[in-house]
């Protein structure tokens, strides 16, 4: 278990409204990822930081940002949700940083439908 | 750019049978490393083997083990007398030793194993 909670679990909302996803890790790694999961897409990622506000994109960064304010903690927000941000999102931490053999270590998802 | 592709969208294997998911990937830089993680249908994202690109051998975890043609860029995940709970989604993911670390996944090959 590698300590990583993701808070909702599922949230629905409506198109236009913001939308805060969080991550919480318990093991003070610096590497922090969002990733978000579609069909026939596997996994893409959104932002990921590398320390206390230090962060930087990723492949799909559009209509999301992040912030890092805490080691432990790393937000996702939409600031205006669309359909085509109704996906599955993952957070995940990496406990070795940057080193080319340290595994990401997944949350449970976040399953986020926008109506 | 870097690029992971995964050519086998389903397969279906007979229970006791030895599977090969087969990877290729795309990069320019000498230092990489190589992960295969498995989703099974309860969503979570589970690391099963890791290869990096200097490694001589390789890389075996229990029934997994992983092909690593260099020369070919091409890293095959074998899983040896398949089991029911080996059915799942299997995601090959690259990291590259370098600042810009943008861990990136093939798209999923979903395995079903047959009674």
């Known amino acids: 278990d590698a300590g990583i909670t993701q808070s909702p679990r599922h949230k629905v909302t409506e198109t236009g409204t913001p939308v805060t996803l969080r991550c919480h890790q318990t093991e003070n790694h610096r590497y922090m990822y969002w990733y978000r999961q579609d069909p026939g897409h596997g996994l893409r990622l959104i932002h990921y930081?590398?320390?206390?506000?230090?962060?930087d994109k990723g492949e799909v960064s559009d209509g999301y940002s992040v912030s890092r304010s805490k080691t432990e903690d790393f937000l996702l927000t939409l600031e205006s949700a669309t359909s085509s941000q109704t996906s599955v999102y993952f957070c995940a931490i990496s406990d070795r940083g940057a080193a080319p053999n340290s595994p990401l270590h997944f949350g449970n998802g976040t399953r986020l439908t926008v109506t | 750019a870097q690029k992971i592709t995964q050519t086998q969208p389903g397969m279906f294997v007979q229970e006791k049978e030895a599977v090969t998911l087969d990877c290729t990937y795309d990069t320019s830089d000498p230092s990489y490393g190589l992960f295969w993680y498995k989703q099974p249908s309860s969503g979570e994202m589970i690391f099963l083997i890791y290869q990096g690109s200097y490694d001589q051998q390789n890389a075996t975890e229990g029934r997994y083990s992983l092909n690593f043609q260099k020369a070919r860029k091409s890293a095959n995940l074998v899983i040896s007398a398949s089991q029911l709970g080996d059915s799942a989604m299997y995601f090959c993911?690259?990291?590259?030793?370098?600042?810009?670390?943008?861990?990136?996944f093939g798209k999923g090959t979903r395995l079903h194993i047959l009674p």
């Open positions: 993911a690259m990291r590259r030793r370098e600042r810009d670390d943008k861990i990136i």
């Open positions: 930081s590398y320390g206390v506000k230090d962060t």
